[in-house]
């Protein structure tokens, strides 16, 4: 008996003891992992040749045995040999995403579950046996896994007529809490299948029991055994926008991107002309927890006529949106690109050209139609779009700057930049902004007294980047930004200034004591014009503020 590697152990104890109404999901993830495989064989009949399969052939078969209490999936995909049944179900690790954290242990069973997509293992949430049985194609050797789950498992070899794998579920007997019995009913797994699974391009079959009139009778019924096709397989992104309901792209969204909320956003469109595709993409509710880290992979599935041909394809999406989950689906694609002609091909170019439009407008309608839910969105995103105006010199300015939020002294919530130049003062030439830890702190800033007294809004910058963005902007509207720090804020008149000016001369004597006395501290001392309840600032005379000076300071070298 092998041991499982300990992260497996430990999601295959929470899968055990999850939340029961969550169970019936170990249907779904059973027929992706079998689509999955069919796809690799298929992907390899279209790309190597000749491999004597045919597209028709492929499909997906669910029984139920009530008499033994066994529920059997099997696939004719590429099938595992006995090393890859031991990397691919010996070892959550290997099966993409699991990556197990310290901080996780604290939340929800549930949501660690859905975070990960749950796999293979979720067959133990109904089983105390689960045989694996499976050739892998063009091998001759069949191999058969087992485990009864947390102690561990067993390989050896079997016979196999054909290549696939056959997935057999020994299930939990019933208790009084617990009905395991409904996934040997028909009407359960038919269920199940159009809730979880109808967009499978496979077809996926199952022996269904019916009725019909005996011939030659008008009231006597004979039943029968039809192999009943339980899945429309018609992708969801290719039906009609207004015959899909809501519940159906969420269900879609998260079983296929695994994620435990639904989405904030779905975008479907499909467009015809000189790239035709459909493009179903989802902005997540929250941001994934590896989501600003280097970890973060972004990219959209890139399906050419239904065949997944690329998970992650990242040329689709500018780094800004590469919180944008989805896929898109182009005829006009070649199935045997490879990722180096992928980036040069042009059609790929002008559908990532017609998303980032697309992208952009839904999150314009959004923060008009659906304020709070966009500042929601920016709290998970926010940062990622003002990355992207820093990115590249400024380059992306004009698809980002409405986009952007930022906290207003005068209102007391996040603005726009529009909104805050709509709110302008007669004679206010710039936008103010100032920066600081917090919203508190820069409040307290004194450097601010003076613009808030002329009754103009200032923009507070919180975040390290802000500073760095708005730099890049320069200007919005032709209005140009100005930090409250600046020497001269623009808020007074010639003879103010004058009058300033001669202050200051009066008062050299002082000035140059204090410089003196400060030295090698303070590169000057000066009056300033800006303070008003407080006897003292400080400023930088640079191209670089206190704020960013302290970013750039924070960041690795
Ligand atoms: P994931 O599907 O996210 O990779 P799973 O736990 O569902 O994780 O599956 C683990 C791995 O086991 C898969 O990546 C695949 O390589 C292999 N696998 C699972 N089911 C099958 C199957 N029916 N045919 C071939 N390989 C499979
Ligand atoms: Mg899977």
């Known amino acids: 008996m092998k041991q499982f590697k300990a992260e497996s152990k430990r999601l295959l104890d929470l899968m055990i003891n999850s939340i029961y109404t969550h169970r019936e999901i170990f249907l779904r993830e059973l027929i992706s992992n079998a689509s999955d495989a069919i796809d690799k064989l298929y992907y390899r009949t279209l790309s190597d ?4 399969l045919n597209r028709d052939d492929f ?23 006995k090393e890859e049944l031991e990397n691919n179900l010996g070892t959550i690790a290997k099966s993409g995403s699991l990556n197990f954290k310290k901080e996780n242990e604290q939340k929800e069973d549930i949501e660690i579950i859905g975070q990960f997509g749950v796999g293979f293992y979720s067959a133990f949430m109904v089983s ?43 299930l939990k007997p019933d208790t009084e809490d617990n009905h395991y019995d409904e ?50 397989m018609v992708p969801i992104w290719r039906k009609n926008k207004n015959e899909i309901k809501e519940e159906e792209y969420n269900e879609f969204y998260k079983n296929k991107f695994m994620d435990y909320t639904d989405p904030a956003k779905v975008i479907h469109s499909s467009t015809e002309g000189t790239a035709t595709y459909n493009a179903l993409l989802f902005i997540p509710a929250r941001a994934p927890m590896n989501f600003y880290t280097k970890d973060y992979e972004k990219g959209l599935q890139l399906y050419s006529n239904g065949v997944l041909i690329m998970d992650k394809c990242a040329d689709l999406l500018p780094d800004y949106f590469s919180f944008i989950r989805g896929l898109v689906d182009s005829q006009d694609l070649s199935l045997n690109i490879s990722r180096e002609m992928l980036q040069h091909d042009r059609q790929l170019k002008i559908i990532a050209g017609r ?8 999150l314009e309608s959004m923060l008009s139609n659906e304020r709070e839910k966009y500042e929601e969105f920016f709290k998970n995103f926010g940062l990622q779009l003002k990355y992207g105006v820093y990115q590249d010199f400024g380059a992306h300015k004009d698809v980002l700057q409405d986009l952007l939020l930022f906290y207003s002294s005068g209102e007391k919530k996040l603005v726009t930049l529009k909104e805050y130049v709509s709110r302008m003062k007669e ?44 730099r890049m902007l320069m200007k919005y509207d032709d209005k140009e ?43 000057q001392v000066i009056l300033s014009q800006k303070l008003k ?23 690795p070298t």
Not at 49 to 52: P, S, V, W
Not at 492 to 515: C, G, P, S
């Open 533 to 555: 309840t407080h006897p003292v600032c400080l400023s930088t005379d640079g191209a670089i503020s206190i704020e960013m000076e302290k970013v750039l300071n924070s960041m």
């Open 59 to 81: 499909c997906i078969n669910i029984l139920p045995d009530k008499e033994n209490r066994t529920l059997t999936i099997s696939d004719n995909g590429c099938g595992m040999t």
């Open 481 to 523: 930004f100005k930090s409250v720090s600046a020497d001269d804020l623009g808020l007074e008149t010639e003879e103010e200034k004058q009058a300033a000016a001669k202050q200051v001369e009066e008062n050299k004597d002082m000035l140059n004591f204090m410089k003196d006395a400060l030295k090698g501290k303070v590169k």
């Open 427 to 470: 004679g206010q030439k710039f936008i103010y902004y100032a920066c600081g830890e917090n919203v508190d702190r820069v409040d307290k800033l004194p450097q601010t007294e003076a613009v808030k007294e002329k009754g103009y809004e200032i923009l507070y910058l919180t975040d390290g980047v802000d500073e760095f963005s708005i």
């Open 49 to 52: 040749g000749d491999t004597g």
């Open 355 to 362: 998303l980032e439009k697309k992208i952009k407008s839904e």
């Open 128 to 170: 105390e046996k689960v045989t694996v049985l499976s050739k892998a194609f063009g091998s001759e050797e069949a191999s058969k896994w087992e485990s009864t789950g947390t102690a561990g498992y067993t390989i050896e070899p079997c016979e196999k007529e054909s290549h696939g794998t056959t997935i057999i579920l020994k």
């Open 183 to 232: 996934f040997l009913e028909t009407y359960t797994l038919q269920n199940l299948v159009k809730k979880y699974s109808d967009y499978i391009r496979y077809p996926i079959k199952m022996d269904v029991e019916k009725s019909r009139l005996k011939g030659g009778t008008k009231d006597e019924y004979e039943t029968y055994t039809e192999n009943e096709t339980l899945n429309s």
